[in-house]
């Protein structure tokens, strides 16, 4: 009924503060604050309705995207929302748009690339939105290996520009968001040569669109490269090709924090690492960290909601049946999960941090902490965002046969995030680097050399010290035993990481005891996950194992009473989750047939179609009649 909270029982099982909860989950009284806001915002908003994306053909679809974004560009101007207010906006507003690529690569390419001319020059621009970049680096032929990218960006020092071309049909430009029906501008990453010799791959800035009709310039075909995965979901994006056809740039647009070309055509190469022209992805990686969380926590929220209201089979003497929520096997399914957004939100928070502090040494050309911090976001990149995905499909799962409904909010939530475990670095491609960082860690031991910060676990491997093994061999042979040793790394800096928020002073009455079932339901199903690899190391013996799962199984039952309260502590409006089966209230049926309805198949009881093709079946004279 309307207006009943069916999960009423289930909140005053609660054992801990809500309240306080959610300023966990949010990071700061302040955050919460901000987020319920911009949340209430945008659900108060139909201009930023998204019922209806699932339903709606591309076309109108990418317009629909095309008229929210200005409206929330509107909406940002008007209510003079700060950079925080505006990403909160975004968050809520929970569609995918040229903006995204715009603000979130464009943009932080720029700063961290370009001079501060070039930003003085730039910024301005971006920030007002007078044109919209993207960033074009991904080709048709490369996307993992940068630098075997193949667009050209050549000098010519008699007119003091780089002629930019795609020498290919795999040079073709492929995927960049915005670029293909929007973005005026792109960051463009090409081969750059200069008498003939090849200096490696560089940021460009390079003009796409005339701003007077929208019209691409002389020498560049754009276009969008097609339906992507899903209804809805990432189609809202104009993921694009472009091609050059020696397009012509002064050479004040090859961004030159990291290396120069001078007016005489001489290439310098600052006394700064090479990949610092790889800077804004290591940016982005540690954003879509954070975001799994948000993700996963989606899901989960939906799935929690949904397997409390679901009963089926248990009935005692009429009574009623079982909530699905109670089977062990729902609870190995679901708990880990919930235990994971947790987990993802605070290694999501510490790996801000060290990006900040990254980029702070950067300013002092401090580049210590450089491998470190890609090592962390692109193996927390990749370990995250496949949890998420495989955990957003598992959420669906949980949810039966309704969780397939669109009306779910799980298929679309799925399709719109699982491209994360290949955009931002393909997540095996990304392992492999952590592999080449604990490898690296490994022979540096061998020189006294002592591992610090999330690798100074190795340098209590004694074994490893006198083995002088040359671990440059067997590199690719062993790769995929390599990338296992790269998940565990990471498996152990969320685990870390968690542990040390605990330790952090938490208030609210439970709160923290909630926190710590939780981390130990996260250590221990990966511990059972893994126990085969503990055992066969000897680390644990077969009864410590059995004792782990025990314990593991006595979490469950201990976050159990707690589980609505839990992912009530996310904080997500109905409007938000865009989800039946999470409603707040629980109220699913009676919406699920309401909403049945409401499908356009059903605006007409005869579907059409019919007679054309149903009724001469039905009418048909069997001239078989032996049939
Ligand atoms: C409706 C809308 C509302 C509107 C609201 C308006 C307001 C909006 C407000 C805010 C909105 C913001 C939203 C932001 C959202 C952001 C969304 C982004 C979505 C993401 C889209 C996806 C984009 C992309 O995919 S971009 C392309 C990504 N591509 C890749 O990741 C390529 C992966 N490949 C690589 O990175 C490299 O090729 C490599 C690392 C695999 C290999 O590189 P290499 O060959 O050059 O190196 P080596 O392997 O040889 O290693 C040599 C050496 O270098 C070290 N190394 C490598 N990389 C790095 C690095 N990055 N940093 C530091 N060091 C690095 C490596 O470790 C080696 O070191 P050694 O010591 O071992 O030598
Ligand atoms: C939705 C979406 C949005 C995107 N947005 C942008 C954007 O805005 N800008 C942009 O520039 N790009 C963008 N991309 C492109 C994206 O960054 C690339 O697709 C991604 O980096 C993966 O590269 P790839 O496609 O070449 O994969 P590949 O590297 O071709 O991967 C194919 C397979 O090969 C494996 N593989 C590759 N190399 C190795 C190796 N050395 N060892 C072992 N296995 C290997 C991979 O693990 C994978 O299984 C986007 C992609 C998507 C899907």
Known sequence: ?????????????????????????AGSQHNLEVSNRISKLVADDPAFRKDDRTMLPRKELFKNTLRKAAYAWKRINELRLSEEEASK??????????TDLHWGMFIPAIKGQGTDEQQRKWLPLAYKMQIIGCYAQTELGHGSNVQGLETTATFDPHTDEFVIHSPTLTSSKWWPGGLGKVSTHAVTYARLIIDGKDHGVHGFIVQLRSLEDHRPLPGITVGDIGMKFGNGAYNTMDNGVLRFDHVRI???????????VTREGKYKQSDVPRQLVYGTMVYVRQRIVAD????LSRAVCIATRYSAVRRQFGSQNGGPETQVIDYKTQQSRLFPLLASAYAFRFVGEWLEWLYTDVMQRLQANDFSTLPEAHACTAGLKSLTTSVTADGIEECRKLCGGHGYLCTSGLPE??????????YEGDNIVLLLQVARFLMKTVSQIGTGKQPVGTIAYMGRIEHLMQCRCNVQRGFAELSADLVEAAVAHCQLIVVSKFIEKLQQDIPGEGVKQQLEALCGIYYLSLL???????????????????LANDQLRALYSKVRPNAIALVDAFNYSDHFLSSILGRYDGNVYPKLYEAAWKDPLNESVVPDGYHEYVRPLLKQQLHTARL
């Open 89 to 98: 906006l975004r968050f809520y507003v929970d569609e995918t748009a040229y």
């Open 250 to 260: 002064p050479r004040n647009q090859m961004l030159m924090k990291v290396s120069q």
């Open 292 to 295: 799994a969380s948000c993700y």
């Open 528 to 546: 059972h996950k893994h126990q085969g690899d503990f055992l066969a190391t000897s680390y644990l013996t077969p009864k410590q194992s059995a």
């Open 1 to 25: 009924m309307e207006g009943v909270d069916h999960l009423a029982d289930e909140r005053k099982k609660a054992e801990f503060n809500v309240e306080a909860m959610k300023i966990v989950w």
């Open 413 to 422: 939530l799925f399709a719109v995030y699982v491209p994360a475990c290949t």
